[in-house]
Each structure stands twice: as C-alpha cells, then as structure tokens.
C-alpha cells in the first residue's frame, strides 16, 4: 500500500456514517430534510444539525437576493435583444447559494448552464457568465482559478467530468471533494448514470447534486421516474438525501455533510433538492404552455427569500437600514449589469484559430489566412 492510499484509508477509519436511513441498501424512505419552513420558522433535524451566526445568515440573504436580481437582469436584457438566450434560475437560489456556500476553497465545482448561484458563490464575475450568452466569450474565466468548471451545455456530460476529476483526487491524497451539477432531467441521461457507476465503483469523492425543479423543459419528473430521484442512489451502492431544495440552510447543512462524507473516503452521495422552477427553461421556452397556473402560484409561498427574510425579521437580525442596504447593493448591481453587457466589445472573428492546437499547425494557420483575406474583401462596403 503507498502512502497515499494508507493516508485515504485513515481518513476513511474517521469518516462521518451516513444516518441509518440513507445507507445505501436502505428501504426506508428519508423524510424530506428541512431546517426553515416556508413560514420562516427554525426547526432542528438529528441527523444534519447546523450552526450559523448571525453574520453568517445575513450573508446568505444577501446572496439570495443579489443572484436574484441578477438573474432577473440577465432576463430582461435577453428581451432586449442584448443576449442570445438565458436559463433563469428563478425559485432555485436557496439550492444554488446553500450548496456552494457549503463548499471549501478546494473543492471543484462541475455546473450545467444555470448554476449562477454557485458562480456567485465561487467569485465568478456576474458579467463573464453573461458574455458567454452574448456570444462574445466561451466562459471567461479560469475554471482552475475559481475552482468552478465552464459551464456545460450537454446534458449530463459535467457528471463524468467531475467524477473523473474526483478519481483524480483519490490519486493525489487530498482531502478536497467535488460536487456534480445536474437537473431532474439529466437524470435520465446516460452519462449520469455511467458516473453514478465509476464513482461508487472507485469510492470518489464527489456529491451529485440534483435540482428537482419538476420540469425538464416541458417533462414532468413523474414521466423520468417512478421512485423518487434520490433513492436511484442506492442501486448504484451509495447514499441518497432528499432536501427542501427552497430551504437555504438545509441545502447548506445536507451539502457540508455530504461534501465532508465524501472528502473523508466514504464515496459519493446523491442529493436532490426538491425545488421548482418558477420560470421558463429557458427564454425560448414558453412555460405556460404545459403547466398550470394553481400550481406555480402554490410555489411562490415556498420562496426562499421570503422565508430567510422571516426568520431574521423575527429573530431580530435584520433592521430597515440592513435591508435597504442590500436593495441599494441590489440595485447597482442590475446597473452594473446592463451597462457592462451594453458595452461588451465584439470579439476578434480571427480568436477562433488561436486555440484549435496546443502548437501552431499549418493547416489552421492557411485557415486563418483565408478568412483574414475574405474579411478584408468587405473593408469599407465596396463589396457588399
């Protein structure tokens, strides 16, 4: 045995147990984990407890409300004809902030296309996201710098990376951990399942997180599964956990735990986050087309933000000055927003051939010369 491997097994000896009701095998159905209930009452759970100062809970409502009002920013710039599309992630910021504020500097982020919360979490610029929607960037950031992946337009693909990735902790002997993005949907995905298999099979330490909005695009979950998404995770030989995906503090608590369990040798865990998604799949999408309006309208009593802002009114946390400050931070954000995509300069049509190849290749670098010669053939309209 190296001295890798001897120190995973240490750390393995140490690591938290899942409760008995989430071991993997289990047939008894978990209840649904919640800490805030929407009326933004405080309530305990014995297996996920959770303490949080009162610094620490303003943060969190601060985050709710500036991803928000950035998302619903991005929205209405994408009606303006200034963005080619957006996926809100309008009713799922307790998801988004709880899990990423669970997680450590050296964990590894793998998102879909609408983890702007996470981003938030992770210090991606608001306005590197929204050049990718312009069409002026291919992400914008480091992913190795943020720790946070660029995001991943096919469905599902971002389990296997991160389950790679994760093996590839295994390797190194750290006690980092990685957390998989996906939606209800991409469950049914064949790259999530391919990733449920290597990671139990080689114990990585990666969380698979599943935001149960309740719709893949125009699908129901009840038309991708017949149990509920959570205990999938027990025929793969790991543990399952369904949390209240509106409640920022189980979100928060259900992550650390299951990023702690994975980190310290135990393998991975699935955890779903029963939320909804109170708008469009996307602003291609017309949602009204194939769900009820009763029951969009029965969500909004479940908001996240609605309920934090409960708890810390009624605990005394938060004051009129406190909560004005935040609009005031609200709104000059949503400024800073529309005036930075407004200004995004259009990108070099050459940058396409910079990164085909590690190395110059001459194939490309006659390609580039081409369409340098043909671009300058319109200079000046004579052309047109």
Not at 12 to 30: E, F, I, M, V, W
Request: glycine share 8%.
């Amino acid at each position: 045995m190296t001295v890798k491997s001897t120190t995973r097994a240490r750390k393995k000896a140490a690591a938290p147990a899942a409760p008995d009701n989430l071991r993997a095998g289990s047939d008894t159905q978990p209840e649904l984990v919640q800490l805030l209930t929407p009326e933004g009452v405080r309530v305990e759970h014995p297996d996920y407890p959770l303490e949080t100062s009162p610094e620490e809970l303003r943060a969190l409502y601060r985050d709710l409300v500036l991803v928000r009002r950035f998302d619903a920013e991005a929205t209405a710039l994408q009606r303006q004809g200034e963005l080619g599309l957006w996926a809100s992630l309008l009713g799922q910021e307790a998801a988004q902030v709880g899990s990423g504020r669970a997680m450590r500097p050296g964990d590894y982020a793998f998102p879909t296309y609408r983890e702007h919360g996470v981003a938030w979490c992770r210090d991606v610029d608001p306005l590197n996201l929204l050049g990718m929607f312009r069409g002026v960037n291919h992400g914008g950031w480091d992913p190795n710098e943020k720790n946070f992946h660029l995001y991943t337009i096919v469905i599902g693909a971002q389990a296997l990376h991160a389950t790679g990735y994760a093996m590839g902790i295994t390797k190194d002997g750290t006690d980092d951990a990685v957390i998989a993005y996906f939606g209800d949907g991409a469950s049914s995905q064949g790259d999530v399942n391919e990733a449920f298999t290597f990671a139990s099979v080689y114990n990585s330490p990666v969380v698979f997180f599943c935001q149960n909005n309740q719709w893949a695009i125009s699908e129901p979950t009840t038309t991708q599964t017949k149990i509920p998404l959570y205990r999938r995770a027990s025929g793969f030989g790991f543990p399952g956990v369904r949390v209240d995906g509106n409640d920022v503090l189980a979100c928060l608590a259900v992550t650390r735990w299951a990023l702690d369990h994975a980190r310290t040798g135990n393998g991975p865990v699935l955890i779903e986050a029963f939320t909804y998604r109170m708008g469009a799949h996307t602003t291609s999408d017309d949602p009204t087309r194939y769900r009820e309006t009763e029951e969009t309208e029965s969500w909004k009593a479940k908001d996240p933000i609605s309920r934090l802002k409960a708890y810390l009114e009624q605990e005394g946390l938060v004051d009129e000055e406190f909560l004005a400050g935040i609009e005031a931070e609200s709104v000059a954000l949503g400024l800073r927003v529309r005036e930075g995509v407004r200004s995004m300069p259009d990108p070099d049509p050459t940058l396409i051939f910079d990164h085909v190849y590690a190395e110059p290749h001459t194939l490309v670098d006659e390609e580039r010369a081409e369409y340098e010669a043909y671009a300058a053939s319109f200079e000046g309209g004579e052309n047109l």
